[in-house]
């Protein structure tokens, strides 16, 4: 019986090799599985588990924020955006600002290229003017932020180096984006003014002529007026400018309190401006 019993202790190692050391105390010892206990190893993998996890969550929550942010931005509106864009500018005692700001100017300057995109092809020349002024303006900003961080110091540098009447000129550049803008706000109170009075509507091209002869056709000369004539043939319909003045998402009803409050909010900022290009004797300037 010994040998038989030895014999068979002599295959199992055969099959199964030797037992090493430890195994037997391994084998003695309670499962962990059965006590609920984890090794040493089993925690490290399941703490590099448990970060894995809250990394993936993390990265979704953040784009689910970046797909949130980008709807709010798409639903804002273009008279939203202008009328956060002045907010910051305060008017003290009522009194004209000498020195008008330029980086809300341009703000606002980029804001009036989307209005005229919006309104059509037909504007094709009047944006590419205002293209090129607001790239003359930034161009001197750039030179040195703090210098020209106003209109008025971009005027009296030319001033004073003898540019300021010239044809590319930061000034004219002022001057014509000023101008622009209180064609913005005309075309505004027009539809405004249409919506209060309950009056049958007229055409988006209607209310853009009716607002360009107040605005630029006075400081336009026969080239530039015939240009415009021509271009307030092919613009859109009403309801699509008032469709992008909402923004997506938005109802198509008028909004009358945002106008009222971005035309209170940029009138007096071009009166500035206009002020201060009036000191400099700039204000009178025509076109071709």
Known sequence: MM??????????????????????????????????????????????????????????????????????????????????ELSPISRRGGKLCSSPPTLPFLGLSHLLLRLLDKIGPTMAVLRLDV???????????????????????????????GTVRKADSCAR??????????????????????????????????LVEAAYKVSLKPWHGWISSAACKIALKLIPERAIFVGWLMGENQSYSLPKLEIEKLVQLLQPFLDDIHAMLAKFKLDRLKST
């Open 3 to 84: 040998v038989e019993r030895k014999r068979d202790e002599g295959e199992a190692m055969a099959m199964n090799g030797p037992r090493q050391e430890g195994e037997a105390e391994a084998a003695a010892a309670p499962a962990t599985a059965v006590t609920g206990e984890k090794g040493e190893g089993e925690r490290d993998d399941g703490e590099r588990a448990d970060g894995e996890e809250r990394k993936e969550e993390s990265e979704e929550e953040e784009e689910e924020e970046e797909k949130k942010d980008k709807v709010e931005l798409e639903e804002w509106s273009e008279l939203r955006l202008a009328i956060a």
């Open 131 to 161: 293209q090129r002024n607001i790239e003359r303006l930034q161009e001197l900003y750039l030179q040195d932020p703090s210098k020209y961080s106003t209109l008025t110091a971009m005027v009296e540098k030319e001033t004073d180096d």
């Open 173 to 206: 550049a002022i001057l014509w984006l000023t101008r622009s803008m209180d064609f913005s706000v005309a075309l505004l109170q027009r539809l405004e003014e249409e919506e209060e009075e309950g009056s049958d509507q007229q055409s988006l091209a209607q």
